[in-house]
């Protein structure tokens, strides 16, 4: 799968005539155009918390909003009732190793993980522990939090290497018979680095525990390989890599032979059995719909279909291997030129172990951070304290993108002007 | 407040001059200009369920999609980060009797119910039950199930006269100190019946319950005294009467003085302390925004922020006298032309315990509905079993559409055209 050959010597890195020949044959480069990119002078190194708009999305959008809605009014509820399970069949298909009637797009990644942790924790009541690590998303470990406490359930928390990512040796140390539910990410959002999913919840299903998966930051960028490792629970986001959006919904998978026995804590009607009898009595869907709530935003999940259909179209294979190739040249490049300069690879070097995305650390992160944004027209993205996360979308960055952006970086810490901006946090996403 | 001199008599009603000399002296008939209305045939009678599209939607849609998205990228959450909380105080001021800081948008009805009624029976953790009445929205129903099952509480359900809706009389007679809870709409989703917000929170308050109210079918039609009240909670739809777009997020109202003592169940990164942080350490903010979750749908939030500044601006006294002036004519045409036919009224009649819709009986509604849409081109809507909701929403329809509306359900009755229709259930909402 994974075609190192493109990978430049260390020493041809820096030269720009390495990025143009890179991109030159690069099967992917294609897909460039498929997106809008109205700023030729930007390097946006940032896919990875907001992907690029697909150009076709505006006028998707254009239509629902005049024909569907302004046109159609209340009857297009008929082309959008199935919306959420159609769009979910299609990232299952095009982007996650799942099938049909596994994903659907309902809510936000939050509001999807207290569902499917809330149902995981009570399908195994006998068992009183959810075991995650310090590397989650805040926002996942802020919803474990909040259940356990509910609950008087024990958060059994793995302390991670945060640039090498969460270890499998480390899961099976810390597994047991008292773990109901063990949730990980798939790829970290500071690091990259990728849990090995087959092994952790081999590991985890020896155990008798079910696993949840967050793969807000693999899916649509590296293979996701739910159905090999029989995961029993996922989110995930498409605003990133799916490119849905700013806010588009998320998604949940739940596992064929799982969504019978789980129920999840929600109750509302589009989750009912038969929606629109509007009868009294609550009774779970019988499938996926059960995961379900209320009404969902329509014109947001739009342009969900959109970037998942060009993700789909590119392949995620390819973009696996441009990914690795990506990153790995980035990484040459921070070594040539940023390591003399103070920084530190934040992210595993093993290819790998390593999502799409590079993180570095510097003391000045976040200074330098904003005058890249603000004085040399690249985005990055800072994580506290001292991370700048560089996330080159292998859909839509080309390798003269990566050199662009990191030889105005090289020259902005050079020139040192990042020196005269406050030390504070980002409001940024 | 009602001006009921616009209404004719019973014996003016079916003459269609009279519709055109109330339009003609219809204050708010220069709003129906402010909306998308592209087939001048249709009589759209459903803006209860959805409302139509405001003309500067499109555009503000779109920009938010090529400017803020496309060329702003990532750097656009600057802007995007406090539309919820300001949305949410445009609703405040401009449709609520609520104060900023106040209402805030965020997620779906369904889940706000959720998150709110969790609340309020985790600050009573010494009452049992959850009262509520049998002509709530399912989905509120189902929430309050599946909350009560999960904690072992009772849910107390008040039966009502579905046609005249929810007494204050029945909820006294309900009322304990064992409540922690009351839950109602305040227009009954059926019947259009108003429920007496101020009287029903104080019985509740007498008996130290807490009070959520459901304002999906009153908010943006009729006044909402949530103040004068005292209200302790409440939730509410952008989609109907405030015409934010199909599936536009929700509101959620949290009386200032209890923000502090309520926490919601579902803790995520938006309702944080201190969010871009990232600690791992979950600490509720302290305001409105605890009951915040996830990111949200930003596509779908801009067309809120243009029906509500509409709806502020026609007013809501305003709208309530059209909506109870145009109710009233659509009785008295139904009075004279529906009831031979074998409908008989489904809400109250006295105006001022009534809302801005109708509903009328017929043995045959489904089928009714089915073919008015499909030969008739007028549009409705069915409530299970017998029934047929007449919307006409004070900001977009007229007289001349109740009459013609009237009319054409007249004439499809007399021909019996509804007849050859199969006896089914509607999919649509």
Chains 1, 2 share one sequence.
Not at 230 to 254: E, N, Q, R
Not at 272 to 296: E, H, K, S
């Amino acid at each position: 799968m994974v075609s190192l050959s493109q990978v430049p010597t260390p020493r041809a890195a820096s030269d720009r005539a390495v990025a143009e020949d890179l991109d030159r044959s690069d099967q992917l480069a294609v897909y460039r155009e498929r997106f809008v990119s109205p700023d030729p002078t930007l390097v946006y190194l940032d896919g990875n918390s907001l992907g690029r708009l697909p150009v076709t999305t505006a006028q998707r959008v254009a239509e629902a909003v005049t024909e569907q809605w302004g046109s159609g009014l209340i009857r297009s509820w008929e082309q959008w009732i199935d919306m959420a399970q159609s769009i979910g069949d299609e990232i299952a298909a095009g982007v996650l190793e799942a099938d049909p009637g596994e994903v659907v797009l309902s809510d936000s990644t939050t509001v999807n993980l207290y569902k499917l942790a809330a149902a995981a924790l009570d399908a195994r009541p006998d068992r009183h522990v959810l075991l995650t690590d310090d590397d989650n998303f805040p926002t996942d470990s802020y919803v474990f939090q909040g259940l356990t406490a509910a609950r008087g359930l024990e958060l059994r928390v793995i302390e991670t290497d945060l640039d090498a990512g969460l270890s499998t040796e480390a899961v099976q140390a810390a597994m047991d018979e008292d773990v109901a539910l063990a949730s990980f990410s798939h790829v970290a959002y500071r690091s990259g680095a990728i849990a090995d999913m087959v092994a952790i919840t081999g590991i985890a299903h020896d155990s008798g525990a079910l696993t949840l998966w967050d793969l807000s930051h693999s899916g649509g960028s590296i293979p996701v390989p739910l159905r090999s490792a029989g995961a029993d629970l996922a989110v995930g986001c498409t605003y990133k890599y799916l490119c849905g959006g700013p806010g588009a919904p998320a998604y949940l998978y739940v596992r064929k032979d799982r969504q019978g026995e789980l129920r999840q804590p929600i109750w509302g009607w589009f989750g009912q059995q038969d929606q629109f009898a509007m009868t009294g009595q609550y009774d779970a869907a019988p499938g996926l719909a059960r995961f379900l709530v209320g009404t969902p935003p329509v014109l947001s999940m739009i342009g969900v279909r959109e970037g998942v259909a060009i993700v789909a179209e590119a392949g995620i294979g390819a973009l696996r291997t441009k990914g690795q190739a990506l990153t790995s040249y980035l990484i040459d490049l921070a070594d040539e030129w940023l390591t003399p300069l103070g920084f530190r690879l934040a992210s595993p070097r093993d290819v790998e172990r390593r999502g799409s995305h590079v993180t570095l650390h510097h003391p000045q992160a976040w200074q330098i951070c904003r005058a890249l944004i603000e004085r040399y027209d690249v985005v990055p993205d800072f994580r506290a304290p001292d991370r700048l996360r560089l996330g080159p979308a292998p859909l839509t960055t080309s390798y003269a993108d990566v050199w662009e952006g990191l030889d105005r970086l090289r020259r902005l810490v050079e020139s040192g002007v990042h020196e005269s901006y406050p030390a504070q946090r980002s409001r940024v996403t």
